[in-house]
């Protein structure tokens, strides 16, 4: 079975988070040229803008903030993220910069994912890869690329309330950029992993239909970003 990751010790240390705590990560052909990213891209599509709205409406309703309730949970999936990638690669995880609140939930999705390790032979290949795709002209951060019990798969986490279709059709794309850089890709899994012990951990094993029908999605998507951008352009905007 894989090594389980150890929870971090909490001990000061002398650097700080550097990347994690970057808002954007800015992806760039060989001649140069900044391309959007994969989140950037699927975002025009706006199939959760409805969900969001209701969401933050109801926060409202209930008197807590709805900008400060998706800051801190944006904090938290960070941290998890971190978490877990320091712990597959061998890194001593730094937590100093957040709250204990947040550690400790990061801690729990951490937990999560270690139960789901223990169920599987996983060798990590690529952790937090950043990817380019000279022919398509555009960027990704792989999450994880691995030999999961002997199949090369492409591993995407979330700390989301739940795996949405834009979620699906975002791991096309990871599944493009792997393909045209030469990883072998046999396999893909999102994993959400629970914040907290109400939520439960969820595997989504997709098909190859899926991922080709998301591969279509993402392409339209990506062709409408940059028509949008062009238009606003013609505007002034």
């Known amino acids: 079975m894989a090594k389980v990751i150890p929870l971090p010790t909490h001990s000061p240390r002398s650097e700080d988070l550097g990347d994690k705590v970057k808002a954007h990560q800015r992806y760039r052909l060989k001649d140069g040229s900044i391309v959007p990213g ?26 807590r903030d709805p900008n400060k ?18 712990g597959l690669s061998g890194k001593p995880p730094s937590t100093k910069d957040y709250t204990p609140d947040q550690v400790e939930r990061a801690e729990h999705a951490l937990h999560s994912f270690n139960q789901w390790i223990s169920q599987h032979e996983l060798a990590p290949m690529l952790i937090e890869g950043q990817l380019v795709s000279e022919e398509h002209q555009y960027g990704g951060t792989i999450d994880c690329w691995a030999h999961l019990d ?22 096309a794309a990871y599944w493009k950029l792997l393909q045209e850089n030469g990883y072998d ?17 969820g595997e989504h094993i997709l098909s190859g239909q899926q991922i080709l029908i998301g591969w279509r ?21």
């Open 38 to 63: 994969v989140t950037t891209i699927t975002g025009i599509l706006g199939f959760n803008k409805q969900t969001l709205i209701n969401w933050a409406r109801n926060e409202a309703l209930a008197g």
């Open 69 to 86: 309730i998706k800051d801190e949970t944006a904090m938290i999936g960070t941290l998890a993220h971190y978490l877990i990638e320091c």
């Open 150 to 171: 002997d199949v090369p798969t492409l591993l995407d986490f979330k700390t989301s309330s739940g795996v949405w279709l834009e979620h699906k059709i975002q791991v």
């Open 185 to 201: 890709v046999k396999g893909v899994r999102i994993l959400r992993i629970p914040r907290v012990p109400q939520e439960d951990f």
């Open 217 to 237: 999605m993402f392409k339209r998507a990506l062709e409408l970003y940059r028509l949008e951008r062009e238009l606003r352009g013609s505007f002034g905007a």
